[in-house]
Nanobody, 123 residues
């Protein structure tokens, strides 16, 4: 079965950095677009960044210039580099896979989801 496992979350001070990883198994990784979403307490899950099969990337406005998504098909892993973190970035971050070619923004476009990793940014 398909499994997505996130790692790399933690507690960091404002202005700091984290690198999230999502290891995929049970699917032909290179054939899937991958996305990162986040959900803060009391808020809806929101798109953060996506990368297509063709490595085309897309970012939420809140992520542009600070976050970078990348993928390593040889390792079946997608990454999210988080820089210049702010307290409002605090959330559970989820990775997801989509059978689409392009990095879609709606969560409904994604078929499989990981369990999430907590990112907490303190002042």
């Amino acid at each position: 079965q398909v499994q997505l496992e996130e790692s790399g979350g933690g507690l960091v001070q404002a202005g700091g950095s984290l690198r999230l990883s999502c290891a995929a198994s049970g699917l032909t990784f290179s054939s899937y677009a991958m996305g990162w979403f986040r959900q803060a307490p009391g808020k809806e899950r929101e798109f953060v960044a996506g990368i297509g099969r063709n490595r085309i990337t897309a970012y939420a406005d809140s992520a542009k210039g600070r976050f970078t998504i990348s993928r390593d098909n040889a390792k079946n892993t997608v990454y999210l580099q988080l820089n210049s973190l702010k307290p409002e970035d605090t959330a559970v971050y989820y990775c997801a896979s989509s059978s689409r070619t392009w990095p879609a923004r709606p969560a409904e476009s994604y078929n499989y989801w990981g369990q999430g990793t907590q990112v907490t940014v303190s002042l």
